[in-house]
């Protein structure tokens, strides 16, 4: 009962120990995002004892009076959460994946700010009345005529940046990450590029081999490397011409024997 006096809702949130920190927070350091991003999410937990910084946001309910402590709370968590998951290079929020990207759903942000999916979704409805966070909802038409949704396309305003105080180390940091993802997809596309030239060679190495009538097991193919080098082929190729050549020279020499036989001169012949 004590705490519901205190919070003055039943969500759980007391105004005296706020929760401002994710379950699984931005990972600083080596290895971790950059550091804009982990300073733009300090700056933004000053929000809660001090909404003058973020204005727009003090001023989304659309009263004169300050926002309520519990959707502060809500709105400094779904912004680590942003935060975590934006892609300098764009702003956007999601998942890159390869030259894809994965927006995240309203599930996914519940999950990682540990709110209620109501506390969430009231929480970005702030944020983009405040023009901290722009939202795009797709949508797609499946075989059937029905007209579904799909994640939303959310970005975050360079202008919450500069509010921070963070406009100039945005646009370094900005230029820095575009040319870490170029360096990145330069990498990716070359290792695809490669793949498929060696998926090529391999596809000839095998119809060569087919053709001459060498099969070699997977294990092996597996424990040589080098099978599929130019090298390589040219001396199996030799030694199967060799050994033809060998088969029709003992054939007509001796028209009677029978395979086992021929093969076996051939083997004593070659050795």
């Not at 998942?95 to 970005?124: H, S, W």
Request: aromatic letters at 4%; proline letters at 4%; glycine letters at 6%.
């Amino acid at each position: 009962m004590l705490h519901t006096i205190i919070s003055g809702n039943r969500c759980g949130h007391n105004p005296l120990k706020p929760i401002l920190e994710l379950l699984s927070p931005i990972k600083v350091g080596r290895g971790g995002l950059p550091r804009i991003l982990s300073l733009a999410k300090e700056r933004a937990i000053k929000y809660f004892n001090k909404p003058g910084i973020l204005p727009t946001l003090n001023a989304s309910n659309r009263s004169s009076r300050q926002q309520r402590s519990e959707q502060r709370e809500a709105c400094i968590r779904v912004i680590e959460a942003l935060l975590k998951y934006c892609d300098l290079t764009s702003l956007r929020v999601g998942i890159p994946n390869g030259e894809e990207f994965k927006n995240i759903t309203i599930d996914f942000i519940v999950k990682q700010t540990n709110l209620t999916k109501r506390r969430v979704e009231r929480a970005i409805r702030n944020l983009k009345k405040a023009g901290i966070l722009k939202s795009v909802q797709p949508r797609t038409t499946n075989s059937n005529g029905e007209i579904r949704g799909l994640p939303a396309i959310r970005v975050l305003s360079r202008h919450f940046f500069a509010a921070l105080g963070l406009e100039r180390t945005l646009e370094l940091e900005r230029k820095k990450a575009y040319k870490r993802r170029k360096k990145a997809m330069q990498e990716l596309r070359l290792k695809e590029a490669q793949r498929n030239i060696n998926s090529t060679r391999k596809g000839y190495a095998g119809l060569l081999l087919t053709s001459l009538g060498i099969n070699l097991s997977k294990s092996r193919r597996a424990s040589d490397p080098n099978m599929y080098s130019k090298e390589y082929l040219l001396k199996k190729y030799e030694a199967r011409r060799r050994e033809l050549s060998m088969q029709a020279e003992v054939m007509k020499e001796n028209p009677d024997w029978p395979e086992s036989e021929i093969r076996a001169e051939v083997a004593r012949r070659l050795a």
